[in-house]
């Protein structure tokens, strides 16, 4: 099975991230193909970026952050559920990101955007998406936005047409998000099957700035992801064209 995480990037306890995560987290056990988990951004204990060394070299020097790469590491694609905060998104999110490379690159990603207004946060998407490019991770074209988070009933071309929270708590999407989701979570299962094969050790990404070299004698950190299956036998075998 795929390891997916569900990244609700919200930081607010009061919020709407949280539903859609746990529903989008939800369409995803549905389809059988992954093994789910939910990584919400405001409970980690990551202070701001304060690493000596280049996040690609992979050389940690605080627990918390060896902590956060194990945990990243351990996933085979990602789904960004995101707020939109003054055109861009949160902080800590970027934050997030930004203390890793090797741990993220040449993974598959999808984006659920949100907001207040018409445009379902998709300036916060696709800021995002610039970023997670950068990483060598490959983003879907499939994507999901939710305009008017939060509310529950909304008018469209005459009709009474209802999402957002309901009165349980549950996040409630219209069949075009439903269809979305499923087109983005089909995506994410086509890249990881490709995309696990060019992941190496080896490659260094990232272009944080900080002390352009690693500790004398260190080696990264990162560890080596064994073969799911016998697709890279087979690459390596040269049957693959």
Same mark, same amino acid.
């Given at each position: &099975?795929?390891?997916?995480? @569900?990244i609700? *990037?919200?930081? +607010?306890?009061?919020? /709407?991230?949280?539903? @859609?995560?746990?529903? @989008? ?7 059988r193909?992954?093994? $789910?988990?939910?990584i919400?951004?405001?409970?980690l204990?990551?202070? =701001? =970026?304060?690493e ?5 070299y992979?050389?940690?020097e605080?627990?918390?952050?060896? %902590? ?7 996933f085979?694609?990602?789904?960004f559920? +995101? ?9 800590r999110?970027k934050?997030a ?11 598959p990603?999808g984006?659920?955007?949100y907001? %207040?207004?018409? /445009?379902?946060?998709?300036? %916060?998407?696709e *800021?995002l998406?610039d970023?997670l490019?950068?990483?060598?991770m490959? $983003? /879907?074209r499939?994507n999901v936005?939710v305009p ?6 909304h008018?469209w071309e005459g009709?009474? #047409?209802s999402w957002? #929270?309901?009165?349980d708590?549950?996040? $409630?999407?219209?069949?075009?998000? #439903?269809?979305?989701a499923?087109m &983005?979570?089909d995506a ?5 099957a ?5 992941? /190496?050790p080896e490659q260094t #990404?990232?272009?944080q700035?900080?002390?352009g070299?690693p ?6 950190q $990162?560890?080596?992801?064994p073969t799911r299956?016998?697709?890279e036998?087979?690459?390596? +075998?040269?049957?693959m064209?």
């Amino acid at each position: &099975m795929i390891r997916l995480a @569900i990244i609700d *990037a919200s930081t +607010s306890p009061l919020t /709407t991230g949280a539903p @859609i995560a746990d529903w @989008i987290a939800e369409c995803a056990r549905r389809t059988r193909a992954f093994d $789910v988990e939910i990584i919400r951004i405001r409970e980690l204990d990551l202070p =701001f =970026f304060d690493e000596p060394y280049l996040p690609r070299y992979g050389h940690y020097e605080h627990a918390e952050t060896r %902590a956060w790469s194990e945990t990243i590491a351990s996933f085979d694609a990602f789904v960004f559920v +995101s707020p939109e905060y003054n055109r861009g998104y949160s902080g800590r999110l970027k934050n997030a990101i930004d203390y890793l490379a090797q741990e993220w690159a040449f993974k598959p990603a999808g984006i659920i955007s949100y907001g %207040a207004s018409m /445009t379902g946060g998709l300036r %916060a998407l696709e *800021a995002l998406h610039d970023v997670l490019n950068s990483l060598h991770m490959f $983003v /879907t074209r499939e994507n999901v936005l939710v305009p008017y988070a939060g509310r529950e009933a909304h008018r469209w071309e005459g009709r009474e #047409v209802s999402w957002g #929270v309901g009165p349980d708590g549950e996040f $409630v999407a219209t069949p075009g998000m #439903v269809e979305a989701a499923e087109m &983005m979570l089909d995506a994410i299962v086509r890249l990881d099957a490709a995309m696990h094969l060019v992941r /190496t050790p080896e490659q260094t #990404v990232g272009d944080q700035q900080g002390i352009g070299n690693p500790p004398s004698g260190s080696i990264p950190q $990162v560890r080596p992801r064994p073969t799911r299956d016998d697709r890279e036998e087979w690459r390596r +075998s040269g049957r693959m064209r």
